[in-house]
């Protein structure tokens, strides 16, 4: 969880707090990372006002562990493609993937750490990225699906991705690496207030 250094005391009314307990952030917050890592360019996008929360760290462990097995599948195809047919060209396309794969390997670890979400008044705002900085804010009133998936290895440590579909394709977001508990909160708390502002209550 993050909060801006700086920021001012809010009127309840107009603060997060308004949609999200301190029983929310409890679940919300459990197992994730407790600071938003930025870019050190002073043209950054800005964290703003508001509680930021984080992805689980052992999402960290299950891409580390996806993106090695990648590795390791393709080192060792190419080593038995060599020995079995004695030429070395397909260490051409090995060598791009092993490459990719182990620039993602280093960088895995800070960029997850990029990732957050804030609940507001009326919309959720998810911020990602260190190099490419993305930052899309969603209406509750426009949210249509939400939507969570794992796989097996995310089941394995617990944690789930949390989709949310709106009309327009370009404002979606997907939120990876949230526990499990987190994911089902999170999805209850937002058709409950997607339902809530389609009503006009």
Do not use: C, N
């Not at 260490?91 to 800070?110: E, H, Q, S, Y």
């Not at 899309?136 to 969570?148: E, H, K, N, S």
């Not at 949230?178 to 999805?187: D, I, S």
Request: hydrophobic letters at 45%; charged letters at 20%.
């Amino acid at each position: 969880m993050t909060t801006p250094q700086g920021t001012p005391p809010q009127d309840p009314s107009e603060s997060e707090a308004r949609s999200v307990d301190d029983a929310d952030r409890t679940v919300l917050d459990d197992a994730t990372y407790d600071r938003i890592l930025e870019p050190r360019s002073s043209r950054r996008l800005p964290l703003g006002d508001g509680t930021w929360h984080q992805l689980a760290r052992a999402y960290v462990r299950v891409q580390l562990i996806s993106q090695g097995a990648v590795f390791v599948l393709v080192l060792a195809a190419a080593v038995i493609a060599q020995i079995i047919t004695g030429v070395q060209w397909q260490w051409i396309p090995a060598g791009i993937i092993l490459l990719i794969t182990a620039v993602g390997l280093f960088i895995t670890p800070r960029q997850a750490r990029s990732f957050g979400y804030q609940l507001r008044r009326d919309d959720l705002v998810f911020r990602r990225g260190i190099l490419w900085q993305r930052v899309v804010a969603v209406p509750y009133g426009r949210m249509q699906l939400v939507d969570i998936t794992h796989g097996p290895l995310d089941r394995g440590f617990g944690i789930a991705q949390l989709k949310l579909v709106t009309a327009a394709a370009s404002t979606g977001v997907t939120i990876p690496g949230l526990t499990q508990e987190a994911a089902e909160h999170l999805r209850d708390t937002l058709v409950a207030v997607a339902e809530t502002r389609r009503t006009g209550l």
